[in-house]
């Protein structure tokens, strides 16, 4: 099968080579899937440059997601899979079978079914963003009649966080820079959008809500202020990114205003909790309630011109095509 493959980290184009390798057989209580559709992540490229320490273990096929078909089961899963259409998620976490190959294994938990109207883009793009979007929202207590902020509302994480927290039956604020990324985030159902560097974003949020219950935080640096002038009293900020090695907190406001901060790392999320949510977020896909953003499609032999777009910080999901 062919395969991308690197074997130290570094820069895309010195270390992500294509190769033809021997397929993977599914292990007790593993499927193999056919890949059609490979998703990229930023934490996918920051493991493959070394930001992210990970072990090699004599190779790494990267990428955490992706969709297609399962063509074969191990020992101790029912063989009725075979023939499934599944998305997968944190396919290489521990494995050195990741998704940008034409087959992947995985445990059989982590391939799961996908109805049939759902698109393979869709499918592709939810792993770690729509488990990481769910992880920041759910675990704290119902989300109906709550005010929600998302900051980053056009991102991969922000973007379910906008439609899970829509479905869930809150009123959405998120901010966004520059009108493609509004345009997306309206689209995605939010009830505020606002532009962060163009408009004034705390009198924009106070004017929609009185107090802001639950904050999705992608810059939980930069936005501290933000959120601290427009959080309700007993409000939670989830912190699922780092755009600065420290956070100064003001003692006293931060006290008084009774703020919980809770920062997430889905790698790290009780397993029992992840599977959990790949059942509620395929629910959500299947009644509509979940978009894919702009997909950006790239050959397998483009693997590394694809990660320089993940870099480079492209609005929308970069995928592998498997099928080109
Ligand atoms: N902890 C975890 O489990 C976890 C899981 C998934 C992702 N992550 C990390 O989270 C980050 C985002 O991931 P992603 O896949 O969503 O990336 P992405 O698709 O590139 O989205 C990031 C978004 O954040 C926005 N943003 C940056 N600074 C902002 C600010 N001050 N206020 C509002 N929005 C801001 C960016 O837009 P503008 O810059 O145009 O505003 C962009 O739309 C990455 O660093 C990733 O590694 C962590």
Same mark, same amino acid.
């Given at each position: 099968?062919?395969?991308?493959?690197?074997?130290?980290? +570094?820069?895309?184009?010195? /270390?992500?080579?294509?190769?033809?390798?021997?397929?993977?057989?599914?292990?007790? !209580?593993?499927?193999?899937?056919?890949?059609?559709?490979?998703?990229?992540?930023?934490?996918?490229?920051?493991?493959?440059?070394?930001?992210?320490?990970?072990?090699?273990?004599?190779?790494?096929?990267?990428?955490?997601?992706?969709? !297609?078909?399962?063509?074969? =089961?191990?020992?101790?899963?029912?063989?009725?899979? =075979? +023939?499934?259409? /599944?998305?997968?998620?944190?396919? %290489?976490?521990?494995?050195?079978?990741?998704? %940008?190959?034409?087959?992947? =294994?995985?445990?059989?938990?982590?391939?799961?079914?996908?109805?049939?109207?759902?698109?393979?883009?869709?499918? %592709?793009?939810?792993?770690?963003?729509?488990?990481? #979007?769910?992880?920041?929202?759910?675990?704290?207590?119902?989300?109906?009649?709550?005010?929600?902020? /998302?900051?980053?509302?056009? +991102?991969?994480?922000?973007?379910?966080?906008?439609?899970?927290?829509?479905?869930?039956?809150?009123?959405?604020?998120?901010?966004?820079?520059?009108?493609?990324?509004? $345009?997306?985030?309206?689209?995605?159902?939010?009830? *505020?959008?606002?532009?962060?560097?163009?408009?004034? #974003?705390? &009198?924009? @949020?106070?004017?929609?809500?009185?107090?802001?219950?639950?904050?999705?935080?992608?810059?939980? &640096?930069?936005?501290?202020?933000?959120?601290?002038?427009?959080?309700?009293? !007993?409000?939670?900020?989830?912190?699922?990114?780092?755009?600065?090695?420290?956070?100064?907190?003001?003692? *006293?406001?931060?006290?008084?205003?009774?703020?919980?901060?809770?920062?997430?790392?889905?790698?790290?999320?009780?397993?029992? &909790?992840? /599977?959990?949510?790949?059942? $509620?977020?395929?629910?959500?896909?299947?009644?509509?309630?979940?978009?894919?953003?702009? @997909?950006?499609?790239?050959?397998?032999?483009?693997?590394?011109? #694809?990660?320089?777009?993940?870099? #480079?910080?492209?609005?929308?999901?970069?995928?592998?095509?498997?099928?080109?």
């Amino acid at each position: 099968m062919r395969a991308a493959l690197y074997t130290r980290t +570094g820069k895309a184009g010195d /270390v992500l080579r294509v190769l033809d390798l021997a397929r993977p057989d599914p292990g007790h !209580g593993e499927v193999r899937v056919q890949i059609s559709l490979s998703g990229i992540n930023p934490s996918d490229v920051k493991r493959r440059d070394g930001q992210t320490p990970s072990r090699i273990d004599g190779f790494q096929v990267p990428h955490m997601d992706g969709v !297609g078909r399962i063509d074969a =089961v191990g020992p101790g899963v029912p063989a009725e899979r =075979v +023939g499934q259409r /599944v998305w997968l998620w944190m396919a %290489a976490l521990s494995s050195s079978w990741g998704t %940008a190959a034409e087959f992947c =294994v995985v445990p059989q938990e982590q391939a799961v079914p996908l109805p049939d109207h759902v698109p393979d883009e869709l499918g %592709a793009s939810l792993g770690v963003p729509a488990l990481t #979007a769910h992880q920041c929202l759910f675990p704290d207590g119902p989300l109906q009649g709550t005010d929600v902020l /998302v900051a980053g509302g056009a +991102g991969a994480v922000g973007h379910f966080a906008v439609e899970l927290a829509k479905w869930a039956g809150a009123r959405v604020a998120t901010t966004v820079s520059g009108p493609a990324k509004a $345009e997306l985030a309206s689209q995605a159902g939010a009830d *505020l959008v606002v532009d962060y560097r163009s408009q004034d #974003a705390v &009198a924009e @949020i106070r004017a929609f809500s009185d107090g802001i219950d639950r904050v999705v935080e992608v810059a939980p &640096a930069a936005n501290w202020e933000l959120n601290r002038a427009v959080c309700a009293t !007993g409000a939670r900020i989830v912190a699922y990114s780092v755009d600065r090695p420290t956070l100064e907190l003001p003692l *006293l406001p931060s006290l008084t205003s009774l703020v919980t901060i809770r920062f997430l790392l889905i790698y790290r999320a009780p397993r029992n &909790a992840v /599977v959990q949510a790949a059942q $509620e977020v395929t629910a959500a896909a299947a009644r509509g309630a979940l978009t894919s953003l702009p @997909i950006h499609s790239y050959s397998l032999s483009r693997i590394a011109e #694809a990660h320089q777009a993940v870099e #480079a910080g492209v609005t929308g999901k970069v995928v592998i095509d498997l099928r080109k």
